[in-house]
């Protein structure tokens, strides 16, 4: 497998503050990121896919003004929800791939809750 | 487009049981197929893979997963059952134009001692 790093782990921030969330790949160098979040006890939904250097496609339904996404090596993908308000509290997942038809590796997640 | 359906959302087996998550496909070519695990407080981990080739796939931790094109199936087994694998399973379609996972409901596992 590979190791994907997500930092911070967890964070609690006021509404209408933003927040940013590093995912790191660690041991190879990811063409491809993904961001996904998960409600409790839901399964995931995938938000956006991020290519290193291009802008981020995200899925319908998505706001990309809202969460935005910067993939600027190929090994770090941040994404910043901006203006958070408590409808934001997920918990947030990186992934990391070498590209179209690989596998996907995980990060442990960062679990965001906006009071 | 391809897809996936897992037709139990919650299974429970004994210690030392044998297990068999069911997975079915619908798709024209031969998928890319994936089972991930979501282990309690820990990230999705990559159990196994289908591409091409052998249809029988030996995953991590002791799972194999069978790809039966006749019966549009990739069911997860394991021989005998632990009690830390009680975890979320997702059998995943992958996407070779986008590489894309989309995420089903998964099979909630229950191991009792």
């Known amino acids: 497998g590979a190791v994907v790093s997500q930092h911070p782990s967890w964070v609690i921030c006021k509404s209408g503050t933003s927040v940013k969330i590093e995912c790191r790949s660690l041991d190879f160098q990811a063409t491809t990121m993904f961001w996904y979040r998960q409600f409790p006890k839901q399964s995931l939904m995938l938000m956006a896919t991020s290519n290193e250097g291009s802008k981020a496609t995200y899925e319908q339904g998505v706001e990309k003004d809202k969460f935005l996404i910067n993939h600027a090596s190929l090994t770090l993908s941040t994404l910043t929800v901006t203006s958070a308000h408590p409808e934001d509290s997920s918990f947030y997942i990186c992934?990391?791939?070498?590209?179209?038809?690989?596998?996907?590796?995980f990060g442990p997640g960062t679990r965001l809750t906006v009071t | 487009a391809q897809s996936v359906t897992q037709p139990d959302i919650h299974i429970t087996v004994s210690e030392g049981a044998s297990l068999e998550l069911r997975c079915n496909y619908s798709?024209?070519?031969?998928?890319?197929l994936f089972w991930y695990v979501q282990s309690p407080g820990q990230g999705l981990q990559l159990l196994l893979k289908y591409f091409s080739g052998d249809t029988l796939v030996q995953g991590i931790k002791g799972f194999e997963a069978e790809f039966k094109r006749s019966q549009s199936s990739f069911n997860l087994r394991k021989p005998s059952v632990h009690w830390s694998d009680a975890a979320e399973y997702f059998c995943?379609?992958?996407?070779?134009?986008?590489?894309?996972?989309?995420f089903g409901q998964g099979t909630t596992l229950q191991v009792k001692p």
């Open positions: 992934s990391v791939s070498r590209g179209r038809g690989y596998e996907q590796y």
């Open positions: 798709y024209g070519a031969t998928p890319y």
């Open positions: 995943i379609p992958g996407s070779s134009n986008t590489g894309k996972l989309i």
